[in-house]
């Protein structure tokens, strides 16, 4: 899945879903002054511990997305501005698209991942055909089997 948000009130930026990732990228002068020139930042579903998602009225709304082992911002609007993990927005119809993006973050993190043991045994199954092939010997398949089981 690829789906493109664009955010013109407040700033200038573009929020991405790829798949697994989200990518921002900024433009305007706007950003220049309160980003620099960053660039594009990429940043995996997995490694977001929470989206924060401020609505605009009076002042610009924002999304915030906060990393595992990563500091939160905790200044609000203001601290937002600076923040290289935020996104502000004030136009009609663009918290609508903050919260949607925050549905299919919370929706991919939600869905199960394949098994750590899963994994392990069909990791098993292709050293046991590679000791098959003479590819490697008894004594590395077992020692590898007994670490990818945990014995």
Not at 97 to 123: C, D, T, V
Request: avoid cysteine.
């Amino acid at each position: 899945m690829k789906k493109e948000f664009i955010f013109k009130g407040g700033t200038k930026s573009t929020i991405t879903i790829e798949d697994n990732k989200i990518l921002i990228k900024r433009k305007g002068f706007n950003n220049f002054v309160n980003q620099g020139l960053k660039g594009e930042k990429t940043i995996f579903i997995k490694n977001i511990s929470s989206v924060q998602i401020k609505k605009n009225g009076l002042t610009n709304g924002y999304i915030q997305f906060s990393l595992i082992g990563g500091g939160e911002s905790k200044g609000g609007i203001f601290a937002a501005t600076k923040d290289e993990n935020t996104v502000m927005f004030g136009r009609k119809g663009e918290y609508e698209k903050a919260l949607e993006i925050k549905k299919y973050i919370e929706s991919f993190q939600n869905e199960p991942q394949p098994s750590h043991n899963q994994n392990g045994l069909n990791q098993i199954r292709e050293l046991k055909s590679l000791l098959d092939d003479g590819i490697i010997t008894q004594e590395e398949f077992d020692m590898k089997k007994k670490d990818l089981l945990g014995i």
